[in-house]
């Protein structure tokens, strides 16, 4: 049993008692007789109270000279503040004063507003057997369930960092890229499991208390493909490959061309493309899926809504285009710009404009990158960066370059929702000053104004939505700290290096090694 403690009170003035722990309980401190004091409205000597409490003998000591009137017993009333649970801690009277009763408690309890959750047993079991000083749960809310995200599980590999395999001699082999994904006809290729919403819960005030809110998801058939009735099952409706397209799941066959020249003129097809041979300077090719290509690419203009493979590469001439809505893989790089939203793998890049949404990885028997400015939003990989010529090369990592331009465009669209409403707004304000002083529209302004209301909340309706979008998209940003670049053999003076917001051009050779950001500076470390 914890400690308490005792008062009482006569024409000498107010007397202490301190009653002693038993069994290991809590004693008695000077803040608690304190704290009582001044519920009370009372006064007396804290050295007094100390040495009492010191004493513990039992003996009433007198703390001030006061005469006051007894106290009735007590207690102090302490509500969490997420307002699920009340707890008191109850003083004994003084000598010839009242003591509480078990209906007098439940009373304030009513009066307090307290409904829901009250513990009856604990306000009896207090009654029969009186323990001072101690925490009594009085009442205690009802915690929501939480519930559980609905979650999309894809049977296909939706992966963007996917790589072709190094073999033994330094070489990559580009045959065995397992990028496209093969189905058949009735294949099951994505499945949802719902989402469980939870339960509410209940504070002790009796208002309601919401579990988390969770993630609600659904599928999203796309070409070639059927959902079930219960919507949680989603197949494929013909054989060929299946892609991930921002959420829509599709299913796509392949159109096979010798060359993409004045033989066939530009190629735009809604599934995959496989050229056996050459996709010559000025022509165009456009997919919705992946884009395989035996032979050179040279100053050409290709996109592909899944991969793009070239075997042998590409030259640019300067002009040439290449870009991926997930990875590209190529021989070689030269003087041509390439962008991809998942990763760019080669043996070579040299005065290219490379960007990528995961990683770039240089590797082979030659592993180097020359010239040309290179960003990917987590990792930068070669073997050699820059040249013993110092040349200008730029590497740059740590933010997603598709999504700052994104960002950028849904800030100038926000900009312009909010231009339209500021254009709105003062005329609603002047029509409902002229209503409260008693004009009288006519019909006409009448339709003016239900027009301008409407505007105004469909406008207001998009700045939220365009809101909520920016906030996903700042969410998606890659934390700085986790970008790098690394190289295997050397990285040459003159080279540039951009970390984020943070920048250096290297003064020195450095080798094998690895650059990244302390959230000041650009550090290097060995590997």
């Given at each position: 049993?914890?400690?308490?403690?005792?008062?009482?009170?006569?024409?000498?003035?107010?007397?202490?008692?301190?009653?002693?722990?038993?069994?290991?309980?809590?004693?008695?401190?000077?803040?608690?007789?304190?704290?009582?004091?001044?519920?009370?409205?009372?006064?007396?000597?804290?050295?007094?109270?100390?040495?009492?409490?010191?004493?513990?003998?039992?003996?009433?000591?007198?703390?001030?000279?006061?005469?006051?009137?007894?106290?009735?017993?007590?207690?102090?009333?302490?509500?969490?503040?997420?307002?699920?649970?009340?707890?008191?801690?109850?003083?004994?009277?003084?000598?010839?004063?009242?003591?509480?009763?078990?209906?007098?408690?439940?009373?304030?309890?009513?009066?307090?507003?307290?409904?829901?959750?009250?513990?009856?047993?604990?306000?009896?079991?207090?009654?029969?057997?009186?323990?001072?000083?101690?925490?009594?749960?009085?009442?205690?809310?009802?915690?929501?369930?939480?519930?559980?995200?609905?979650?999309?599980?894809?049977?296909?590999?939706?992966?963007?960092?996917?790589?072709?395999?190094?073999?033994?001699?330094?070489?990559?082999?580009?045959?065995?890229?397992?990028?496209?994904?093969?189905?058949?006809?009735?294949?099951?290729?994505?499945?949802?499991?719902?989402?469980?919403?939870?339960?509410?819960?209940?504070?002790?005030?009796?208002?309601?208390?919401?579990?988390?809110?969770?993630?609600?998801?659904a599928l999203h058939p796309g070409k070639n493909t059927r959902i079930s009735e219960d919507k949680l099952h989603l197949f494929a409706n013909k054989t060929g490959h299946a892609i991930l397209e921002g959420e829509h799941v599709t299913v796509s066959d392949?159109?096979?061309?010798?060359?993409?020249?004045?033989?066939?003129?530009?190629?735009?097809?809604?599934?995959?493309?496989?050229?056996?041979?050459?996709?010559?300077?000025?022509?165009?090719?456009?997919?919705?899926?992946?884009?395989?290509?035996?032979?050179i690419v040279e100053g050409a203009k290709v996109e592909a809504g899944g991969d793009v493979i070239l075997e042998r590469g590409v030259n640019g001439m300067g002009h040439g285009q290449i870009k991926a809505e997930r990875n590209i893989v190529t021989k070689?790089?030269?003087n041509a710009t390439i962008t991809a939203g998942g990763s760019v793998t080669s043996e070579s890049i040299i005065h290219a404009s490379v960007s990528a949404g995961t990683e770039i990885t240089v590797s082979g028997k030659r592993g180097n990158i020359t010239?040309?400015?290179?960003?990917?939003?987590?990792?930068?990989?070669?073997?050699?960066?820059?040249?013993?010529?110092?040349?200008?090369?730029?590497?740059?990592?740590?933010?997603?370059?598709?999504?700052?331009?994104?960002?950028?465009?849904?800030?100038?669209?926000?900009?312009?929702?909010?231009?339209?409403?500021?254009?709105?707004?003062?005329?609603?304000?002047?029509?409902?000053?002229?209503?409260?002083?008693?004009?009288?529209?006519?019909?006409?302004?009448?339709?003016?104004?239900?027009?301008?209301?409407?505007?105004?909340?469909?406008?207001?309706?998009?700045?939220?939505?365009?809101?909520?979008?920016?906030?996903?998209?700042?969410?998606?940003?890659?934390?700085?700290?986790?970008?790098?670049?690394?190289?295997?053999?050397?990285?040459?003076?003159?080279?540039?290096?951009?970390?984020?917001?943070?920048?250096?051009?290297?003064?020195?050779?450095?080798?094998?090694?690895?650059?990244?950001?302390?959230?000041?500076?650009?550090?290097?470390?060995?590997?």
């Amino acid at each position: 049993m914890n400690g308490y403690f005792k008062m009482t009170a006569n024409s000498d003035g107010l007397f202490l008692q301190i009653i002693a722990p038993t069994d290991g309980g809590n004693p008695t401190t000077t803040q608690m007789v304190l704290d009582y004091l001044d519920m009370h409205k009372l006064k007396g000597d804290p050295v007094l109270i100390d040495k009492a409490i010191k004493a513990a003998d039992g003996n009433y000591v007198r703390i001030a000279l006061d005469r006051i009137h007894p106290v009735s017993e007590s207690y102090r009333l302490d509500i969490a503040d997420d307002k699920m649970s009340a707890v008191a801690y109850f003083y004994p009277p003084m000598d010839k004063a009242e003591a509480m009763n078990a209906a007098e408690l439940l009373g304030d309890l009513k009066y307090h507003k307290i409904l829901f959750g009250i513990k009856k047993e604990n306000i009896e079991n207090y009654f029969k057997n009186r323990q001072y000083c101690t925490e009594i749960v009085l009442a205690e809310g009802k915690a929501p369930r939480d519930g559980e995200d609905a979650e999309v599980t894809y049977h296909f590999n939706t992966d963007l960092h996917a790589k072709p395999t190094m073999n033994a001699d330094g070489t990559v082999d580009y045959y065995h890229l397992n990028l496209i994904n093969h189905c058949k006809e009735g294949d099951e290729l994505a499945t949802l499991k719902k989402e469980d919403l939870g339960d509410n819960g209940m504070n002790i005030f009796g208002d309601p208390v919401k579990p988390r809110k969770v993630k609600v998801l659904a599928l999203h058939p796309g070409k070639n493909t059927r959902i079930s009735e219960d919507k949680l099952h989603l197949f494929a409706n013909k054989t060929g490959h299946a892609i991930l397209e921002g959420e829509h799941v599709t299913v796509s066959d392949v159109m096979q061309v010798e060359n993409v020249d004045l033989s066939t003129g530009n190629i735009e097809y809604e599934g995959s493309v496989e050229v056996k041979g050459v996709v010559a300077d000025g022509f165009e090719v456009k997919c919705g899926g992946n884009l395989l290509v035996k032979g050179i690419v040279e100053g050409a203009k290709v996109e592909a809504g899944g991969d793009v493979i070239l075997e042998r590469g590409v030259n640019g001439m300067g002009h040439g285009q290449i870009k991926a809505e997930r990875n590209i893989v190529t021989k070689f790089i030269e003087n041509a710009t390439i962008t991809a939203g998942g990763s760019v793998t080669s043996e070579s890049i040299i005065h290219a404009s490379v960007s990528a949404g995961t990683e770039i990885t240089v590797s082979g028997k030659r592993g180097n990158i020359t010239g040309g400015h290179l960003s990917a939003t987590e990792q930068i990989e070669a073997k050699t960066i820059g040249s013993e010529m110092g040349g200008s090369t730029i590497i740059e990592v740590g933010v997603n370059p598709r999504l700052k331009e994104e960002i950028k465009e849904k800030e100038m669209a926000l900009a312009n929702t909010e231009k339209n409403l500021n254009a709105i707004e003062p005329t609603i304000a002047g029509f409902s000053e002229k209503l409260k002083k008693g004009f009288k529209p006519t019909p006409d302004q009448v339709q003016y104004l239900q027009k301008l209301l409407a505007m105004d909340k469909a406008l207001k309706a998009d700045r939220e939505e365009k809101n909520k979008e920016l906030d996903k998209l700042h969410e998606e940003l890659l934390d700085v700290k986790k970008a790098n670049v690394r190289f295997t053999g050397v990285a040459y003076p003159g080279t540039q290096i951009m970390i984020g917001s943070l920048s250096q051009t290297l003064k020195k050779e450095y080798k094998y090694g690895k650059f990244f950001s302390d959230g000041g500076d650009v550090r290097y470390t060995s590997l």
